[in-house]
């Protein structure tokens, strides 16, 4: 037995070998912008409150309790979706589940965009977050299960790319749009992606998980190129297939889990908890509060998040995930800090003039920063570590963590300006700065790992 680990221990290094060089197909790069164009409307529905809040309280008589349940709808109803993504992805395939997903989508945003009530209102964005919730775990699951280790980082992280560009999208339309045609502008890719599933392939991995073993290696060589040599890739997935069993959510809790089970669960908490959230959500009341025009600090919102997240996408693979999330959470605690700042002294003599230049530094700063790296790296971090046997339970679990503790911070954050705007801003940078420490101690560096050698137990990245 333990000659047989070591040849496919030593095989799967002969394998490393050969795909650092692999090459990046046109179909490679389709499929992935298929899949990653769902995102784009997960970033419209991320900001879609930011800059509407005030015209959709005013059109619907919505008091400021009633906007924060429609706010926190979104986190709650992608709670409901992360529940069944990782099982639906398993059952039904990466594609179907896309498919659903773009189902809730739709008919959530045509509800908003229609919506004579508070009632429709509510259950728009009910919709749209069970569709984005299965979109959160589908997306970077399905794009590292098709790319080489080389650029899986970097490929995966377009998912965070195309959220910013729906962020920044919406953003900027809200000075000037109204918030049902910008509803509809939410529907846009996701018709992109229903059409566009049906020219790109099925995940390798789940098609050999399956069974389908001619069938994942007809989908390697077409995402790998005529040319290549798939052979030793297939024999690794199917080596890896073949050694592993379905786990129920009882055994995720076992000993060999721990680490697994800490890192994923411990950094969506943080992600969340630090604030996201609700700054994402309500950007447009914070400069408000602030004292800084709000329809300036949201167009320069607009302008600057994208590029962030184009550098967040170059760096993943030259620094390395672990760095890059440290550097991220130390951006966030300083922001956080600066936010803290202007809030307390706002109104103290000598300070009136800085502070609304200050509050618009901090939130400039914390999107910029989680842009670069807390936005995407908890959900790619998690598409790495989890082996194929608990991804199903442990992506769900993950999952339900993030969406069950944003819905928290979204409904609590404007009661919590209310309370203390210096405070709440403190207590998302406590939160930023223990996320550095988690980092340092626990998380694993996977960068230039294939899904298969990070389960290796010589490899010593998850013991």
Known sequence: MEGENSNIENGLLRVNIDETS???????????????????????????????????????????????????LLTFGGMIGAIFSAKSADVFGRKMTLWLAEGFCITGWLAIALAKNIIWLDLGRFFVGIGVGLISYVIPV????????????????????????????VYYLGNFMSWRKIALIGIIPCLIQFFGLFFIPESPRWLAREG????????????????????KETREIMSCVDATANVSMGSLFKKKYTRQLTIGVGLMLLQQLSGSAGISYYAGSIFELAGFPSRVGMTVLSIVVVPKAVLGLILVERWGRRPLLMVSALGLCLSCIILALSFGLKGVPGFVNFTPTMAFIGVLTFNMMFAAGLGALPWIIMSEIFPMDMKAVAGSLVAITNWFTGWIVS???????????????????????????????????????????????HANILS
């Open 22 to 72: 692999a090459k990046i197909t046109t179909l490679l790069v389709f499929t992935t912008f298929i899949i990653v164009s769902a995102s784009f409307t997960f970033g419209v529905a991320l900001g879609y409150t930011a800059g509407t809040m005030s015209s959709i309280m005013e059109d619907l008589d919505l008091s400021i309790a009633q906007f924060s349940v429609f706010g926190s």
């Open 142 to 169: 399905y794009i590292a299960e098709i790319t080489p280790k080389n650029v899986r980082g970097t490929f995966t992280f377009s998912n965070q790319l195309l959220q910013n560009c729906g962020l920044a999208t």
């Open 212 to 231: 389908g073993d001619e069938e994942c290696k007809v989908v390697l060589q077409k995402l790998r190129g005529k040319e290549a040599d798939v052979m």
């Open 411 to 457: 409904y609590c954050f404007n009661f919590m300006l209310i309370w203390s705007q210096s405070g709440t801003f403190s207590i998302f940078a406590m939160i930023s700065g223990l996320t550095i420490i988690f980092a340092w101690c626990l998380v694993p560096e996977t960068r230039g790992l294939s899904l298969e050698e990070i389960q290796l137990p």
